[in-house]
């Protein structure tokens, strides 16, 4: 099963990832795989390109963050280690940093205080954990990043959207409107409007001006 797809910059590869681990880049002109790779050892529910196509960012329910060599197919650095189960990557516009979001597996929980639902901002070179944006009370489900890295926005299963300040790592704003899983969001190419998808049926757009709903 294929749990998520990316379309490359340039529009000519998709890239996917699936159930078993792999993430696999494709040729759009022939519909054929072109590349196959193995390191998640279980599925992988999230996937990102770079800005140059150059990279490509995964994120599975190993837990581990991945960053992939488009050229050759291997990883960049050691995974990265979020500490649950990941649904959500993403690369910051200026390629210095990437976020995770995810959720714990409920017969996971250690009881050690550590908040699986908090998003992390990780050192794109080094691999660093730089950030723990911590607001959300359950699952992070998706990420955005406004055009000019200023803010993040997040969704989760809280029913919630919050925006955070990537200058302070603080919450700006709290966007109510949905009553179930935010499941998608997407920003506009200005950076000025927010389209959110739900399980409860319902697309809503929102001002990010001033953080108010639209329509």
Same mark, same amino acid.
């Given at each position: 099963?294929?749990?998520?797809?990316?379309?490359?910059?340039?529009?000519?590869?998709?890239?996917?990832?699936?159930?078993?681990?792999?993430?696999?880049?494709?040729?759009?002109?022939?519909?054929?795989?072109?590349?196959?790779?193995? +390191?998640?050892?279980?599925?992988?529910?999230?996937?990102?390109?770079?800005?140059?196509?150059?990279?490509?960012?995964?994120?599975?329910?190993?837990?581990?963050?991945?960053?992939?060599?488009?050229?050759?197919?291997?990883?960049?650095?050691?995974?990265?280690?979020?500490?649950?189960?990941?649904?959500?990557?993403?690369? *910051?516009?200026?390629?210095?940093?990437?976020?995770?979001?995810?959720?714990?597996?409920?017969?996971?929980?250690?009881?050690? +205080?550590?908040?699986?639902?908090?998003?992390?901002?990780?050192?794109?070179?080094?691999?660093?954990?730089?950030?723990?944006?911590? +607001?959300?009370?359950?699952?992070?489900?998706?990420?955005?990043?406004?055009?000019? +890295?200023?803010?993040?926005?997040?969704?989760?299963?809280?029913?919630?959207?919050?925006?955070?300040?990537?200058?302070?790592?603080?919450?700006?704003?709290?966007?109510?409107?949905?009553?179930?899983?935010?499941?998608?969001?997407?920003? *506009?190419?200005?950076?000025?409007?927010?389209?959110?998808? *739900?399980?409860?049926?319902?697309?809503?757009?929102?001002?990010?001006?001033?953080?108010?709903?639209?329509?």
């Amino acid at each position: 099963r294929v749990w998520t797809i990316a379309l490359s910059p340039d529009r000519k590869k998709v890239v996917s990832g699936s159930d078993d681990g792999g993430v696999r880049l494709w040729d759009i002109d022939t519909g054929k795989v072109i590349g196959r790779w193995m +390191g998640h050892t279980d599925a992988v529910l999230s996937v990102y390109w770079s800005r140059d196509g150059q990279r490509v960012l995964s994120g599975s329910l190993d837990g581990t963050a991945r960053q992939w060599d488009v050229e050759n197919g291997e990883t960049i650095l050691a995974p990265i280690k979020a500490g649950h189960y990941l649904l959500a990557v993403i690369y *910051s516009p200026d390629m210095s940093l990437f976020a995770t979001g995810g959720g714990e597996r409920p017969w996971d929980y250690t009881g050690t +205080g550590d908040n699986k639902s908090a998003i992390k901002i990780w050192n794109v070179k080094t691999g660093e954990l730089i950030a723990t944006l911590e +607001g959300h009370t359950d699952w992070v489900q998706c990420l955005a990043w406004t055009p000019d +890295g200023k803010t993040l926005i997040s969704g989760s299963h809280d029913f919630s959207i919050r925006t955070w300040n990537t200058s302070t790592w603080k919450q700006i704003a709290l966007l109510e409107g949905h009553d179930h899983v935010v499941y998608s969001i997407a920003i *506009s190419p200005n950076g000025r409007i927010l389209a959110s998808a *739900s399980w409860d049926y319902t697309a809503q757009l929102w001002n990010l001006d001033d953080n108010q709903l639209i329509s």
